[in-house]
């Protein structure tokens, strides 16, 4: 594993913060890497050492959250839907910024698509369709169905400014989910 100087890892740091304050603040494509570079306290030339553009940071931002929960989702493997649950809602709770803009901001309006598949291969292999009460249906739909609903609940704690906790959240959604799959 390669270490990484900490100046780099510091202006890194400082310049997704600014992008993600600022996607908060005004429309994606009203931020120029101008307003980047000030709000974050470094140079543009600095942001072009670590991204192409502000497409670029978006994708990258994305892809660390995602991937971020992938690898939650790889610990917590063997555990239910509400413990797992939790784990996801207080990610999502310390990360509101981010998932905010992205969910509820309209930051980036193909983050939901990938939420939404991320969601969807989360589930696979939980459907069981050879014997129960979802016999004889098709996986796919039922994996739609639930990723779908799943999604539509996270945007729903946002744009509630999160009314509920995050062990209550993943109590009622890991329940909800267990009776359907």
Same mark, same amino acid.
């Given at each position: 594993?390669?270490?990484?100087?900490?100046?780099?890892?510091?202006? /890194?740091?400082?310049?997704?913060?600014?992008?993600?304050?600022?996607? %908060?603040?005004?429309?994606?494509?009203?931020?120029?890497? /101008?307003?980047?570079?000030?709000?974050?306290?470094?140079?543009?030339?600095?942001?072009?050492?670590?991204?192409?553009?502000?497409?670029?940071?978006?994708?990258?931002?994305?892809?660390?959250?995602?991937?971020?929960?992938?690898?939650?989702?790889?610990?917590?493997?063997?555990?239910?839907?509400?413990?797992?649950? /939790?784990?996801?809602?207080?990610?999502?709770?310390? %990360?509101?910024?981010?998932?905010?803009?992205?969910? @509820?901001?309209?930051?980036?309006?193909?983050?939901?698509?990938?939420?939404?598949?991320?969601?969807?291969?989360?589930?696979?292999?939980?459907?069981?369709?050879?014997?129960?009460? %979802?016999?004889?249906?098709?996986?796919?739909?039922?994996?739609?169905? @639930?990723?779908?609903?799943? @999604?539509?609940?996270?945007?729903?704690?946002?744009?509630?400014?999160?009314?509920?906790?995050?062990?209550?959240?993943?109590? /009622? @959604?890991?329940?909800?989910?267990?009776?359907?799959?």
């Amino acid at each position: 594993m390669t270490k990484v100087d900490r100046r780099i890892a510091k202006s /890194q740091e400082a310049i997704k913060k600014a992008f993600i304050e600022l996607i %908060n603040e005004k429309h994606f494509d009203k931020i120029t890497l /101008q307003d980047i570079s000030d709000r974050a306290n470094v140079s543009r030339r600095t942001i072009y050492l670590h991204y192409m553009d502000k497409f670029d940071l978006l994708d990258k931002l994305i892809e660390e959250h995602i991937s971020q929960l992938r690898e939650m989702c790889e610990s917590l493997s063997d555990m239910d839907f509400i413990i797992g649950g /939790q784990a996801f809602f207080e990610y999502f709770q310390s %990360n509101y910024l981010f998932f905010s803009a992205m969910l @509820v901001g309209g930051g980036a309006p193909n983050f939901r698509a990938q939420f939404l598949e991320f969601s969807v291969e989360l589930l696979k292999g939980d459907v069981n369709t050879e014997e129960g009460k %979802n016999m004889g249906l098709s996986e796919d739909i039922i994996l739609r169905f @639930v990723a779908a609903a799943y @999604v539509e609940v996270v945007e729903w704690w946002f744009k509630n400014r999160m009314p509920y906790p995050p062990r209550v959240m993943a109590e /009622q @959604v890991g329940i909800l989910i267990e009776r359907i799959l």
